[in-house]
């Protein structure tokens, strides 16, 4: 098949200007997104206490409910708790004050804090990969971004499926950079293609879905989308409070009991409650649910809804008899995050994660390459400008990770009551300070410099863990600390993935083409 030239070039040009325009914050978003596959195992890293936590009973989990509502009457409206478990050992229950603020409470803590429990690395990145770190506006933007990037996808695909067999594997390294560097772009972007729809799909879903909702709302529903919303989301049926005191006799033992109970006459053995909401607590009205995850499920997340007071089963979203809204909201979230499977699923959406922040970055560097003076030493200043901004941003954000990792270390050793603000000053200050260094320097030294800068920070994370905890790599294995063991091995190998890039980048500075932005007499035109 050969599409007439005039289409290519349409399609060229489409490909070209939307992944210019979302490459940036798609390459924040997959590289964030990359790290936040591991969420589940950085607050062991983070924090040594963490990982030696002793797993809370029940009964303590029950006096932390207990004091709660006793303590703050809009609990008692809407309160919700983690159940402890392998990955929080420790419970914690969170409800909104009358004046709309979150707060969090532990055994230790019954007042609460706006500040949820273990927040640091894992919600700083999440809030990366999902709104670049912008409140508001920022996930909305993000939407944007994912809907532009999948017209990226399907004008790329365009464009290479005529030659898509015979270039498939195709990787040419030699003195035709931008020959090897197109190669190793569409290798990637092929291969991973139909997880990169899903990604640029479930991305955009979750992103605008309220935005969505509020523009249907008034065209479609009449207004009354958001009375029935809570219907439609959650599982347990709204009931009014009745005023009237509830019998004594409900806890979170008879509770988590039931919902077992009720899951496996679903079929689900191995159904484990992870956390819940509870409604109209001390109400005979009371409602609650009960949210755990199964194995050998797309979205293993299901609930039960019970009568808080009797037990009596009120409705069910188990996988394999979920509504179809259910079903659909719960296998975007689990594609998206990768919360399926097991080990092996969460590293290779590690790999696609790192490979699509690749395939951003390759990308600016064709567009830079193919607009390259080839006669002259002096560059267009459009070419200048944008290798010093993928320079600055993209390499920039690397450090501003591997920074933030190790703020965390100092901060848990030396100001724990500061880490989470801590962390976010050190990321967005390195971050801000690489750009600008960049914008200081030719698009070649700033690459060389930040890459190396890169590499050294990113190998100062173990050694920042080992110092502030003690938990050396060999010594997190010899414990059995499996998941503070991999944080600081894949530091280590990111560590010299940038060293290996930062002497490739100034061997090409040294003996490549010197009319181009990547060499260092580069000067702009």
Same mark, same amino acid.
């Given at each position: 098949? !050969?599409? !007439?030239?005039?289409?290519?070039?349409? %399609?060229?040009?489409?490909?070209?200007?939307?992944?210019?325009?979302?490459?940036? *914050?798609?390459?924040?978003?997959?590289?964030?997104?990359?790290?936040?596959? %591991?969420?589940?195992?950085?607050? *062991?890293?983070?924090? #040594?206490?963490?990982?030696?936590q002793p797993l809370q009973s029940l009964d303590e989990a029950q006096r932390l409910l207990d004091g709660v509502l006793q303590r703050h009457p809009a609990a008692r409206v809407h309160v919700g708790m983690l159940f402890p478990g392998a990955e929080w050992p420790q419970s914690?229950?969170?409800?909104?004050?009358a004046r709309g603020t979150w707060l969090f409470a532990t055994l230790e803590n019954l007042d609460g804090s706006p500040k949820p429990p273990q927040a640091g690395l894992p919600e700083l990145l999440n809030e990366l990969h999902y709104s670049l770190g912008l409140p508001i506006v920022g996930t909305w933007l993000m939407g944007i971004v994912s809907l532009l990037y999948g017209l990226a996808l399907v004008s790329g695909v365009v464009i290479h499926l005529p030659k898509l067999v015979q270039n498939l594997f195709a990787l040419r390294p030699g003195r035709n950079l931008k020959q090897f560097w197109q190669d190793a772009h569409n290798v990637i972007g092929v291969l991973s293609l139909p997880m990169h729809v899903m990604f640029a799909i =479930?991305?955009?879903?979750?992103?605008?879905?309220? &935005?969505?909702?509020?523009?249907?709302?008034p065209l479609v529903y009449g207004g009354k989308l958001m009375e029935a919303l809570p219907m439609a989301m959650d599982t347990a049926p709204v009931r009014a409070a009745a005023g009237v005191d509830a019998p004594a006799g409900s806890s979170l033992a008879m509770w988590r009991a039931r919902s077992i109970e009720v899951a496996r006459a679903q079929g689900i053995?191995?159904?484990e409650p992870a956390y819940l909401k509870l409604a109209n607590a001390g109400d005979r009205n009371a409602v609650v649910e009960v949210t755990g995850e199964s194995s050998r499920s797309l979205g293993p997340l299901g609930s039960v809804a019970l009568d808080a007071n009797t037990g009596e089963l009120l409705a069910t979203q188990l996988p394999g008899r979920r509504d179809a809204n259910h079903a659909t909201l719960a296998a975007t979230y689990a594609l998206h995050f990768g919360e399926y499977g097991n080990a092996l699923v969460a590293?290779?959406?590690? &790999?696609?994660? &790192?490979?699509?922040?690749?395939l951003f970055y390759s990308g600016n560097l064709l567009w830079i390459e193919a607009r390259r003076k080839r006669r002259q030493q002096a560059q267009g200043r459009a070419q200048v400008?944008?290798?010093?901004? =993928?320079?600055?941003?993209?390499?920039? %954000?690397?450090?501003?990770?591997?920074?933030? %990792? &190790?703020?965390?270390?100092?901060?848990?050793?030396?100001?724990?009551? #500061?880490?989470?603000?801590?962390i976010r000053w050190t990321c967005f200050l390195a971050w801000a300070g690489c750009a600008a260094w960049a914008a200081l320097r030719t698009p070649a030294r700033a690459a060389r410099e930040l890459l190396w800068l890169a590499a050294i920070v990113t190998a100062a994370v173990p050694v920042a863990h080992g110092l502030a905890s003690g938990l050396w790599p060999w010594r997190s294995a010899a414990s059995g600390y499996w998941a503070p063991f991999w944080v600081d091995g894949v530091a280590m190998a990111m560590a010299f993935a940038f060293a290996m890039l930062a002497r490739a980048t100034a061997r090409r500075a040294r003996s490549g083409d010197p009319n181009s932005v990547w060499a260092d007499s580069t000067a702009a035109g």
């Open positions: 098949m !050969k599409l !007439k030239s005039t289409t290519l070039r349409t %399609f060229t040009a489409v490909h070209t200007w939307t992944g210019l325009v979302a490459g940036f *914050a798609l390459f924040v978003a997959f590289y964030a997104g990359a790290i936040t596959v %591991f969420h589940h195992d950085l607050p *062991a890293w983070q924090s #040594r206490a963490a990982a030696e914690s229950a969170y409800w909104q004050d =479930t991305g955009a879903l979750l992103c605008l879905l309220m &935005v969505l909702m509020m523009a249907l709302n053995d191995d159904f590293w290779l959406y590690f &790999v696609l994660g &790192v490979g699509g922040a690749f400008n944008m290798a010093r901004a =993928t320079v600055g941003i993209c390499i920039g %954000f690397c450090v501003a990770v591997s920074a933030a %990792f &190790v703020a965390a270390q100092a901060f848990e050793a030396w100001a724990p009551a #500061r880490v989470d603000a801590g």
